[in-house]
């Protein structure tokens, strides 16, 4: 079983919202963090934002804070990044990925999570 998978990218106009999903494995929320990541292209992977439904935590990255919210649903073993007023910088391949621990950080570095998902694809025209 595929441990995380992405989807809900899409095209849209700046402006718009998108409500991405990350699915994943039974159980994975009692034990681990949640975190989302973007990669544009030419560019460094970023942390976006973190959920730990163990610790009752999360952060945002202050790139994305105020327009982007995470959370998560444990009994449907997803987690959610809902994301308003969408700007083309914001074009990029989201990722979702499973921390090692429950814990999440607010310096939000891929070196703290372990299994990723493939990706969604989110472009924002102006």
């Known amino acids: 079983q595929v441990p995380l998978v992405e989807s809900g990218g899409s095209l849209v106009q700046s402006g718009e919202s998108l409500n991405l999903t990350c699915t994943v494995s039974?159980?994975?929320?009692?034990?681990?963090?949640i975190g989302w990541f973007r990669q544009a292209p030419g560019r460094a992977r970023e942390g976006v934002s973190c959920?730990?439904?163990?610790?009752?935590?999360?952060y945002t990255a202050d790139s994305v804070k105020g327009r982007f919210t995470i959370s998560g649903d444990n009994a449907k073993n997803t987690v959610f990044l809902q994301m308003n007023s969408l700007k083309p910088e914001d074009t990029a391949v989201y990722f979702c990925?499973?921390?090692?621990?429950?814990?999440?950080?607010?310096?939000?570095?891929?070196?703290?999570?372990?299994?990723w998902g493939q990706g969604t694809q989110v472009t924002v025209s102006s």
């Open positions: 959920l730990s439904l163990g610790t009752g935590s999360t």
């Open positions: 039974p159980d994975t929320l009692n034990y681990h963090s």
């Open positions: 990925a499973r921390g090692f621990g429950r814990w999440c950080s607010r310096y939000l570095m891929d070196t703290d999570f372990g299994a």
